[in-house]
T-cell receptor, first 116, second 111 residues
């Protein structure tokens, strides 16, 4: 298994540009999520999905869109990039069976985004 | 959301020393995980431990859910243990898979 993969590894954008961060997992996990990590802070949840066709907002959703057309893929779209979105973005996946221990989350390697 | 506080924020150890990292959380949880972020940024799950005690080699963790804290023990530390340790929690009210992270403990192990 490749686990959770993310592309690109690094991206520079100009303010106002749009882009899509890709995330894929090959573990047949129902649950997928996107976090951002800013310096000196823990990770914060942006959006999540409990299965294909189902998405919901996390703690910091503004400026981002997601969709989940397949179990494997969960892309994150930046609609109009702003310098405040400079961050490291992590995608994660797990089974969504509460109380079973299967919520153990697996993280991708991250995408480092710089918005000028 | 759930507030998560980790202590200490920074820790410097001599190789071979033991350490205890603490995680306090503000609400009842049914999901608690410890992660290690290595110097290259990769996040690795160490434990899923919403209650009780688990051990994995030189690492062990204990969560006392009724008192809303968890401890991560590192024994005989090695330089490869360096990095940031995060505690993350989730509850059924906010979605057990939706994790709230602390700000981490940065561990540096000196040879």
């Amino acid at each position: 298994n490749a686990g959770v993969t993310q592309t690109p590894k690094f991206q520079v954008l100009k303010t106002g540009q749009s882009m899509t961060l890709q995330c894929a997992q090959d573990m047949n996990h129902e649950y997928m999520s996107w976090y951002r990590q800013d310096p000196g802070m823990g990770l914060r949840l942006i959006h999540y999905s409990v299965g294909a066709g189902i998405t919901d907002q996390g703690e910091v959703p503004n400026g981002y869109n997601v969709s989940r057309s397949t179990t494997e893929d969960f892309p994150l779209r930046l609609l109009s990039a702003a310098p405040s979105q400079t961050s490291v973005y992590f995608c994660a996946s797990s089974y969504s069976q509460s109380g079973t221990g299967l919520e153990t989350q697996y993280f991708g390697p991250g995408t480092r985004l710089l918005v000028l | 959301g759930i507030q998560v506080e980790q202590s200490p924020p920074d820790l410097i150890l001599q190789e071979g020393a033991n350490s205890t990292l603490r995680c306090n959380f503000s609400d009842s949880v049914n999901n608690l995980q410890w992660f290690h972020q290595n110097p290259w940024g990769q996040l690795i799950n160490l434990f899923y431990i919403p209650s009780g005690t688990k051990q994995n080699g030189r690492l062990s963790a204990t969560t006392v859910a009724t008192e809303r804290y968890s401890l991560l023990y590192i024994s005989s530390s090695q330089t490869t243990d360096s990095g940031v340790y995060f505690c993350a929690v989730g509850s059924s009210q906010t979605g057990a898979n939706n994790l709230f992270f602390g700000t981490g403990t940065r561990l540096t192990v000196i040879p």
